[in-house]
């Protein structure tokens, strides 16, 4: 759907720009950040946009669809359009459905049913293609062992260079090219340093900078001001950024058990899934023979369930004694772009100041002109 590709970002932009005037104070309540909160009175300001993304990509529509815009501004608060009122109906349905049946945990969704439309279909499909015979699609065999996570995870590590090549990395500068969002190609840098990291997309517009800094993560889009990471955001960039993560990966959850992967790019790989009781699990793709990492799944909490975050590391080269993706594609629902490296260097110099937020921009200071 490309008019949701296409908005979503502007969307994003201005919901970012709202919470960000508040990121300072204590976390506001959705109803006291917006107008017209008649369901999530008590949740959290910054989990409304998440929600609402959760409510985009379960139905397969863009903002629009359930909110009024007039001209370039979008009056969410509105209540005139139908779907939105039929969609309070539906939260109030799906939570009741969870607490009398699944002990209120979100197990039925807006996606167990819609699975990407605003109609869900009620009778069964007739497919156009052949049946596949029953073995291909049988479940999986509980009682066959399963491999070691924790054995799996070390192999890992091993294959990424071993602990003391992946400890001698200070630093990793990437020089490269995104695709997506439209197609569109635009030269990236990436500065690594050892838990910190920055993007900086340099588009026709202006560069668009992503940073976390160790502890907390930002980001800035030409002619706004800084948008700062909420908590989820930050565990994100924690990974995204940490430039030890094979050592690290044992630590990011409580417990590792290993399963059947799936086929990735004519790879096969074995999942080893991680769990913290009372947080989404991370799931990780290892390829079958070289054991190196080739997916990574991370979610995102949401009031109406989880949105998934798909990161594929490819063409693995060795630099310095580790192997390192030169590939990676990030994906959500909606939208996916990748990131092909072309330049790298290592354990060079880089600036603490790269990864610290610009200071707010004054009233007086203008876009720059395009
Ligand atoms: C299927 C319908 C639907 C879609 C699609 C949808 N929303 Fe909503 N939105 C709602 C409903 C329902 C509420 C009111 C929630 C409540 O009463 O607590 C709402 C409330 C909001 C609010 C709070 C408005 C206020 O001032 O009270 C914002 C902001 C918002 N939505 C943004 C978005 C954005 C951004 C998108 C696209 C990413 C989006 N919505 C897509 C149904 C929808
Ligand atoms: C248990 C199944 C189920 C769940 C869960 C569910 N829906 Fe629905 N929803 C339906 C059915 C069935 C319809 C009626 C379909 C039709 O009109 O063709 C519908 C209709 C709607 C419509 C009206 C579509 C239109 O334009 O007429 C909206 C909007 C909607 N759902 C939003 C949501 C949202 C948002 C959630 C999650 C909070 C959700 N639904 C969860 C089954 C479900």
């Known amino acids: 759907m490309p008019s949701r590709i296409k908005t979503l970002p502007i969307v994003l932009v201005s919901i970012a720009l709202a919470l960000a005037a508040h990121a300072q104070e204590p976390p506001k309540l ?16 910054d989990q409304i946009f998440p929600a609402m993304q959760f409510i985009t990509a379960s139905l397969g529509v863009d903002c629009e ?12 608060d509105k209540d005139d359009k139908k779907p939105k009122l039929a969609a309070r109906k539906m939260i109030e349905m799906m939570n009741a459905i969870n607490k009398d049946n699944f002990e209120s945990k979100k197990e039925v969704t807006c996606n ?16 156009d293609e052949e049946p596949k015979p029953a073995a291909e699609h049988s479940p999986i065999d509980a009682q066959a062992p399963q491999p070691d996570a924790y054995a799996l ?31 569109q190609k635009i030269s990236v840098d990436v500065y690594g340093k050892a838990d910190k990291r920055v993007s900086v997309m340099h588009t026709p517009n202006g560069d668009n900078i992503t940073a976390f800094d160790g502890h907390s993560g930002w980001l ?32 990011l959850r409580q417990k590792f058990i ?11 790989t074995i999942q080893v899934v991680g769990r913290t009781e009372g947080q989404p699990p991370l799931r990780l793709y290892l390829d079958a023979q ?42 959500r629902p909606g939208n996916r772009f ?12 880089v600036d603490d100041a790269k990864f610290t937020p610009p200071s707010p921009p004054s009233a007086d200071q203008k876009p720059p002109a395009h």
């Not at 167990?112 to 497919?127: E, K, L, N």
């Not at 086929?263 to 096969?268: C, P, S, Y």
């Open 30 to 45: 959705a109803e006291q950040q917006f107008k017209n909160i008649k369901i999530f009175k008590g949740v959290p300001a």
């Open 153 to 183: 995870l070390d192999k890992y590590l091993a294959a990424s260079g071993g602990a003391a090549a992946v400890q001698k990395i200070t630093s990793r500068v990437e020089q490269g090219s995104l695709t997506g969002f439209g197609g």
């Open 220 to 251: 800035t889009v030409p002619g706004r001001p800084v948008h700062i990471m909420n908590a989820d955001e930050n565990a994100a960039a924690a990974l995204d950024a940490d430039l030890y993560l094979p050592i690290h990966v044992k630590s």
């Open 112 to 127: 167990t049913c819609h699975r990407g439309a605003a109609h869900p279909v009620g009778v069964p499909i007739i497919s």
């Open 65 to 76: 669809y359930c909110h009024v815009r007039e001209g370039h501004q979008m009056l969410f």
């Open 290 to 331: 070289s054991n190196l990492l080739l997916r990574l799944v991370r979610y995102q909490e949401t009031p109406l369930g989880r949105i998934p975050t798909q990161v594929d590391y490819s063409d693995y080269r060795e630099a310095d004694g580790v192997k390192v993706p030169y590939k990676w594609s990030i994906a």
């Open 258 to 268: 290993a399963g059947p992967g799936e086929k990735i790019d004519g790879h096969d």
């Open 338 to 349: 990748t990131i092909q490296v072309e330049q790298l260097q290592q354990n060079v110099p």
